[in-house]
């Protein structure tokens, strides 16, 4: 694919083309057994297309841009390409109207930078999708999945809900030098397996949500003052008792199951 002709890059639409042929299967063989069902959001010229299309498994795509039409029917026909954007698209209908099975569907995405999150949340909330794997900025994958010396220091709302629901493993770095053009930022590509028993209920995401915003709020401030905006003092001093967490700690550096605790116990008040 590197030495094909690439369209020109719609900055607009965050468009960067990966050139980078060992991250390019990297990302294609992630899931490439395990899958039984395969869609793409954001194909563009195919670059990923032109591998996962090999895969034995129904496969769809989803794209904005209709410029890349005649880059995507060397890969694929005209039945596998929904044209669209993602946000919008109902992707609960997709899956049954394209006959993907109920579970063990992969996600994979280079995703816009500008609208990663909100993809990442909406995938979150589709239980069929057992597997992503996604390319997105390296300042968002850290809000996923910190490391190192930060680790102790980065629990967030994207965090926990995302943790809630997968298990998440980096997969790799990608620099500015894999794309064309190069973007002025790095990337990283997340790996996610779908957990079988989560701590909740898919049901329950706004709510989490809703909670997960005013604890992080100011998750640099004493959680027990900014609880307290939220709740009454004597719920506030009652669940941090007894969960054992001293009310003047930070929100950021809970851990996943200290967050998921404070959820269920501020629930029930």
Known sequence: ???????????DLGQHFLINDEVILN??????????GIIEIGPGPG???EHLAKISCPYAVIEKDLRFEPYLEKWISQDQVIWGDALETDLLQLIET??????????????????????ILKFTDIPQIKY??????KEVAERILSEGKKAS???????????TFFDIQKRCHVAPTSFLPPPKVNSSVLSFVRKEEPAFPLSEIPLMEKF???????????????????????????VLEKRNIDPKRRA??????????????????
Not at 1 to 11: E, L, T
Request: charged share 20%.
């Open 252 to 269: 950021e550096t809970l851990t996943l199951q200290e967050v998921q605790a404070l959820y269920s116990s501020f629930s029930e008040n």
């Open 47 to 49: 670059i990923l297309t």
């Open 212 to 238: 997960f915003k005013k604890l992080f709020i100011q998750r640099r401030k004493q959680m027990g003052k900014v609880l307290k905006l939220h709740f009454s003092q004597v719920v506030v001093n009652e």
């Open 1 to 11: 694919m590197n030495n094909q002709k690439y369209p020109w890059a719609n900055k």
């Open 153 to 163: 220091k980065s629990m967030n709302s994207l965090m926990a809900l995302t943790q």
């Open 132 to 137: 992503m794997t996604l390319m997105m900025q």
């Open 98 to 119: 394209k006959n993907f099975p109920k579970d063990h569907l992969w996600m994979v995405s280079n995703l816009p930078y500008n609208i990663s999150i909100p993809l």
């Open 27 to 36: 990302i294609c063989t992630n899931f490439h057994s395990e899958a039984k």
